[in-house]
């Protein structure tokens, strides 16, 4: 099992900018592969970011390349989401996520990005 908690999530004017972080903890040397993504009310769920084990290549949805910056630290077993130039549209609740051994999939419970505009 794994066990995923975000945090850093919170309301911000247009323009501005977040850190959302992700620590995961429990059987971490499963996990093959963490992510960021998010849900807007009326919406999807959407992959926005995700990072891989060992050699830590990313991949981005192309509504946030540019402005967002996914990275970890292995030391701290944490994911984090460096998000600027937000904008309205990047309103939703970010999810992280695990993606482990045979085929096992974990998510944390979300924390809540609000951008006025």
């Known amino acids: 099992q794994v066990q995923l908690v975000e945090s850093g999530g919170g309301l911000v004017q247009a323009g501005g900018s977040l850190r959302l972080s992700c620590a995961a903890s429990?059987?971490?040397?499963?996990?093959?592969?963490l992510g960021w993504h998010r849900q807007a009310p009326g919406r999807q769920r959407e992959l926005v970011a995700t990072i891989t084990r060992g050699i830590g290549s990313t991949t981005y949805a192309d509504p946030v390349k540019g402005r967002f910056t996914i990275s970890r630290d292995n030391a701290k077993n944490t994911v984090y989401l460096q998000m600027n130039s937000l904008k309205p549209e990047d309103t939703a609740v970010y999810y992280c996520?695990?993606?482990?051994?045979?085929?096992?999939?974990?998510w944390g419970p979300g924390t809540q990005v609000t951008v006025s505009s």
């Open positions: 996520n695990a993606d482990a051994n045979w085929g096992n999939t974990y």
């Open positions: 429990g059987n971490i040397f499963s996990i093959n592969r």
